[in-house]
């Protein structure tokens, strides 16, 4: 049986990854994941019944519930869908993104979403963004993209997100969240983010989310013939 291909998008956030494997998706007309969302899904299910993040055995339960979906967007990220609700603005928020993080590096909650992940691989392909699409979920993916960009440019471009939707911000706090969260995700036991060691690694830092786009696609195409 042939296998249905992946293409992984890893990489720490503010980089792109999202926009990027919506892009791609929308392209090749493949299925999308955006498995972060996963993550802030369970963070939010948690914050609206006041569980614990270290409740283990109630999120390993939530984890088991989860009822998700994704609507792809040209040039934005996936629109998300909770219970059949559209939570993208308030799984983006930092409280859920910060609840997320906490969540994240629990062993049992990854082991209970890693068949749920590996279920979205249906034909004619599946784009999966993550942190760890590439080196534990989609290990056997054939192209492997690894997007980053320095703290202060990833801060910028959260500063003027959250600028664009009213809410105030303070961009050197937000550069200082970013660098502890990275620091915090690179060096966890389970699953840590680092690149799979055939991962193609690109500084967006200077490029616009086209650039990465068309740079991506040249790979993609080229990998093809």
Known sequence: MKTIPVITVDGPSGVGKGTLASLLSNYLGWHLLDSGAIYRAIALKALKTETDSKDIETLVKLAGELDLSFQSIPGEPASVFLDGENVSNELRTETCGAVASQIAPIAEVRAALLQRQ??????????????????????????????????????????????????????????????????????RKVSPLVPAEDAIIIDTSDMSINEVFQYCLKIIKKTSE
């Open 118 to 187: 590996k279920d979205f691989r249906q034909a004619p392909g599946l784009v999966a963004d993550g942190r760890d699409m590439g080196t534990v979920v989609f290990h056997d993916a054939p192209i492997k993209f690894f997007l980053t960009a320095s703290a202060e440019e990833r801060a910028k471009r959260r500063y003027k997100q959250l600028k664009n939707k009213g809410v105030d911000a303070n961009i050197r706090a937000l550069e200082n969240e970013i660098a502890a969260r990275d620091e915090r995700d690179s060096n």
